[in-house]
């Protein structure tokens, strides 16, 4: 069984696919049942059953958005 945080904080979800491959879920926990593990990520909400679940874990925030570089005006 997979230890996670309370429902909003930030964490990494890896699980198996249909397929057999493995995935990842990043974002916020919306919310952890006995059946079923909720993200909400960049690719949308994701629910993922316990049962494929392989780890998880919390990770930090988001660094900082980078600040946009300008062209360098002629000299």
Do not use: C, F
Not at 39 to 58: F, L, Y
């Amino acid at each position: 069984m997979v230890n996670l945080p309370e429902p909003g904080h930030r964490v990494v979800v890896r699980y198996m696919l249909p397929t057999g491959q493995a995935t990842d879920a990043l974002g916020e926990l919306l919310s952890a049942d006995a059946e079923t593990v909720t993200v909400d990520g960049k690719r949308g909400v994701e629910r993922i059953p316990r049962s494929a679940i392989i780890a998880a874990k919390e990770v930090p925030p988001p660094p900082a958005p980078r600040p946009r570089r300008h062209p360098s005006s002629p000299a």
